[in-house]
């Protein structure tokens, strides 16, 4: 590691720093006479890295070194060495016939939260059809206001079960409480943590140790060191399978919800081995502009787009003016298709309904 | 109410709303030829509203009339009123010798993580003889990483038990996971929904069905009018002791960790009958910032302010960055005073120590 | 028109609001009994829409009816009518061999600075080998510091009438000073007004009324709105001839220099009927991810691209870390057509080198 | 001075970076056996700084050492040696009766802009009584829309120049356009440069020339840097007389028009030796905002603040929602006088009118 120190930091605080390097059985030597760069050696992980970064006195840790996390693309290694080992190869995500990363892309529909059954095995059926892998609906929905819909809830769960029975899609459905967990996965094949959730730790450290998998949207103010860091939360209690999703960052323009961030996508790709898809609704927020920012995402690189999809956008209970029809899905699968066709990328589709069992 | 109607809806779409307005035994009239404004009429309130602002087709609510919240300043009346109610008396929260709103102005202060016993002690009597009114410390931190120190926890809570015995002095303390308001609030005598939970809803409504006082940080990119929603999930609880804090938003400059949002601070003080405070500490990020942004903040109408204090912030575990000495508190409290006055509101500070029982 | 007034708003602010709209020619009805919703019928154009956007009391115009700007995809209408008139087909800016809308698109491509002259030719010959339509070549820099080299200046433009000449590339060079425009457009095809300068009036007048294209970048912190409005003060010269360019917004996370905003470009092409194309150097900042900025870019609508490239990025006298080779060109170029090709849009590319005179 | 360089940089790169240090005079050292660290030592000025900082392959300059601006507060010293020089004092403006740093604190208020020159007298008048020392007024007003008021102009720069006469207050007022210094000058004793046109490298030249005062304003979405930086502009002319303002920066909350950052008030006068005040007018947006950040501004340590008036502020051409009244003046003068008392800063008033010659 490589540690930059405080301008004239008094003895004492170097002192300090030098003590906490020792317990952490890192080898320290000052690179200049302003005692400002610390060179460190030794087998520190990224716990040695939070440590030092907390310490009063430390402006910054310059090179990681050894000490890279669970979601770094790039395996720790030593500082001095020739350089780094090969970059680890794609994390590819299963969840039922969706597969995301390593060259695989999937789409995942769904209306934004479950309404009556019969509506939603519709929808599932619908959105297989057009070419989806998986299903998407809320039960337990975030809201802003405390007078707002706030989801169906448990029977909106046990109505997620019916429609996954009937269409043979998977499901992804967020969790908003540590204490839902076991509830909801009992019945999700994916626990989707929203943007609000993306710091709630508690609920983070619960998904990570129920092993199934994870869709973490980006907060819609967080930087993506701060996702990839919320990811590890996960990866650290021993779940691999995670998928980051790009929902739109708060901007300053209102023709827009949000704004896609097209270029975290390209980072996120080459700083970690996890898949990374958007979420083409949420940022536009609008029907009519789904379409081209789910293009714009899988065009930088995405491995999946999860898209609000109602056939009857005018019955929507919450977010209605940014579902899309089936008609338009069908057409957002299309495109997506045949972006992955330019990169040598699979766009994995269910089989045909009949097959199933 | 007033709702503006996206343009040219198709008629099914207004059918529906117009169903929805029945169902909430609001009367509804176009008030234009182009069918794009509609005036309500009748008792509903703020869940009307949201169910409005849900529905496909519903641009925006230009007027809310009725359907205000619990917090707001002005009461709720019909539209076309010759004028709304006298507006609410501001809120006072009490907490130990402290007092936030109508007046009053308490600072709190204290280490940003609880750390060794001794230490808390000597700060908590440390604080308290410069003039704070209360005390702070996390053993519960919310941290980006899941290798940093997430604080001393149950230990910690003991911890701030014995500095409130041995101080007199009232506790306010971060609670992150819904699971844990009951320990928490066996000691704290307020709970901190912290910057990153202000969305964690079940969080909220969980310290809202405690009684217990809240203060409730502004995310670091939230609205007004979120925070005043997420205000709302406790107030819906039957807990009308909130206290909101603007502890700086997100910016674009490095020089300051958060931008202090002063112009909060006025706005909230007209919007709502909650006291406001201010977190100079996460807002400057640098302690030599803090006590120009605590005496901005008091300047701007604030009822208080939380402070970061530690004797040896080169020692610090997490933020040393930000925390001041009790020198500095010292001034900063001076400053505060002298603040007070200039508007004949009243800094609260705790009775000598000695007149404890 | 529709306009809405602030709540309660004096009589005496009323009346001059009505006074205001006789002068403009408007009738005016209010649809509310609160005085707070106006109708205007008549022929206002944007003039008197500005006009009663400045005045005291006017919270918001929610319908500008028949005051719509030169730069708008729907022609102006009077607000009553059964509907707007067709959509307005998209502008086709031709620039030497390139062209910009109505289904063309077309890759700018060359260093940030002009440097010595044999390198300009180099690159220009280079870029328009693999298919570039158009040379891009700061003479004239806008910078940060006074200390930083600010171009060659009017030697720059120089070489870069040379580097046309030798290419038959045409050139697009940024201009910063009203008194240079006529300068800049003796060499200049196309004059580029950065980011910096797209609220630079005088200039945007000046470059308006050369009638030279112009390539207008948006401010990395504007709305479209801002946007649409600083070409409008070109359209209103006479200069139908005006490029917008998405370019990235100032956003909070260090990984790509700025975010391009896609949603942008998407809304873009429904608000106006003028070309949009993207630059990827300036939104990533970082050369490893300006191909997949492009793709995104030209999949969520854009009619072209705007791209540094230096043969030798290791030389370049400004932002060397965000210019690509010629090899990554020729893969961006290869990206730009297969997108068109999902499209039915055209690449447009230059003729063979051998068929100049 | 200190730079990082990327990891890892080919050979070729470094050679160059070497080969620049040479020609500018600065002998390079290496700290690391990485060669990421480069120590120069020299009497290079920032124009080596923005040389290094321009060439690919420079990630940061960690140090600026003898490379600090002509604004920097702390003087420009070695790098290694024992400690910088002791910080520059306050640069003091005085502009007619106004003062601006060193302690000294004045207030600028006046319409936005010029109108009738009846009505302009009487503005002049009013707020010299009330304690203002400047007057301020645009006659050239800066304009998102090419159809809004665009200022009285040569027309306005008259009847400022009749108001200077008659209230014997000196006047500060926009320039726009590189080619209006002088006319604007020939009336004004202070020009403003405005928000949009703090990048406008031209016109910062051109009133850096004249050698008269400057109100510099912080461009909405500028850094803290990037504001020196354009200072710098001026200063490098010869024009030492710049005052900073900060006037709110854009943010996501449509409850004030941008974000006052007080934190940035802090952080400049640290920073710069230059005079800081602040627009609470242009921060608000809203006139019963405008005395909270004007205090707030103040008691974070501006050196002044410039508000709009006007008497009737329902009358105003152009952001009349913001312009405060004779009487709300009246208010900010006392909090500014009495927020100067806490901490020995002066408020300049200009001498009573009679005694004038």
New interface residues.
């Given amino acids: 590691m ?1 540690i ?1 120190l405080r ?2 930091l ?1 003895p ?2 170097i002192s ?1 720093v030098l003590r906490v390097c020792t317990e952490l059985g890192l080898k320290a030597r000052f ?4 005692r ?2 610390l ?1 460190l050696e030794g087998p520190g ?3 040695a ?3 030092l ?5 430390v402006l910054a840790v ?2 990681a070194g050894s000490a890279r ?1 669970l979601f770094a693309r790039v395996p720790p290694g030593p ?2 060495a020739a ?1 780094d080992g090969p970059p680890v190869g794609d994390t590819v995500v299963q969840v039922g016939a969706a597969r995301f990363g390593g060259g695989h892309v999937s789409v995942i529909a769904g209306p934004c939260a479950v309404e009556g059954e019969e509506r939603l095995v519709e929808i599932a059926r619908g959105v297989r059809e057009r070419g989806a892998a998986m299903l998407r609906g809320g039960a337990f929905k ?8 706030q989801g169906a809830r448990h029977a909106g769960l046990e109505r997620l079960a019916r429609a996954k029975l009937e269409s043979g899609l998977a499901v992804v459905t967020e969790v ?4 839902d967990v076991e509830a909801v996965g009992a019945v999700a094949d994916m626990f989707q943590i929203g943007s ?2 993306m ?4 609920l983070l450290v619960e998904v990570g140790r129920s092993g199934v998998p994870v869709l973490l949207k980006r907060g ?2 967080a ?4 996702l990839l ?1 919320a990811a ?2 996960v990866l ?1 209690e021993g779940n691999p399978n995670v998928v980051l999703c790009e929902r ?9 919800r ?10 996120l ?3 970690t081995h996890l898949p990374v898809i958007v979420d083409p609704s949420h ?2 927020g609008r029907a ?2 789904v379409r ?2 789910a ?7 995405a491995d999946g787009v999860i898209v609000e999809v109602h056939p009857a ?9 940014q ?1 899309i029809g089936f008609a338009e899905l069908e057409r957002v699968v299309a ?1 997506v298709r ?2 992955c066709a ?1 990169d040598q990328r699979l766009l994995v589709t269910p089989l045909p309904q009949e097959v199933l069992p």
Avoid: W
């Fill in positions: 490589l930059r301008k004239r008094p004492d605080a300090r690179l200049d006479g302003g400002e760069l060179e992980g990224p716990e890295r939070s440590r970064e907390d310490l009063a006195g310059l090179d996390e500082r001095q350089g975030p809201r802003t206001s405390p007078y707002s819909f908003l409480d540590p204490r609000r959730n710091t709630n730790t508690p819609f103010m930087t993506l060191r701060e860091l590890e939360f650290a739109g960052i708060r901007g300053f323009d209102p023709s827009t949000n704004v896609l961030d097209v270029g975290a996508v390209a980072h790709k080459r700083a940022a536009a009519e502009l081209a920012l293009r714009a995402g899988v065009a930088a690189g956008p005018v019955e929507v209970h919450c977010d209605g003016h579902a495109d045949a972006l330019l």
